[in-house]
């Protein structure tokens, strides 16, 4: 992705007109000071650190053994039953 020097007085000018730029068209800048590059405007990513995965899975609700027992039991007889239904033409009326 293109990264466009940008001016801290042209930004603070035309603040919304970037910020704009940068949720709709996703571009990104790279702020001015002097000669100097001191930070970047950029869209924030949308998705998740993998890093983040193990927290993520620890946070999920806990099922008690009764129920997981009961998901299990579910699950191995939905895939019996699959196993065993005839494959049909979804396009057929």
């Known amino acids: ?16 007109r970037y910020v704009s730029r940068v949720l709709h068209q996703e571009e990104r800048f790279i702020l001015i000071e002097g000669r ?5 405007l950029r869209p924030v990513s ?23 027992d009961s998901f299990a039991e579910d699950v191995t007889r ?4 699959l196993e065993r239904e005839e494959l049909r033409d979804p396009w057929e009326s």
């Open 36 to 40: 100097k590059p001191v930070a970047e």
């Open 46 to 68: 949308s998705g998740r650190l993998l890093g983040e995965l193990s927290s993520l899975v620890n946070a999920l609700p806990k099922l008690d053994p009764t129920d997981a």
């Open 78 to 81: 939905i895939r019996y039953e």
């Open 1 to 16: 992705m293109h990264t466009t020097p940008l001016t801290i007085p042209e930004l603070m000018r035309n603040f919304s």
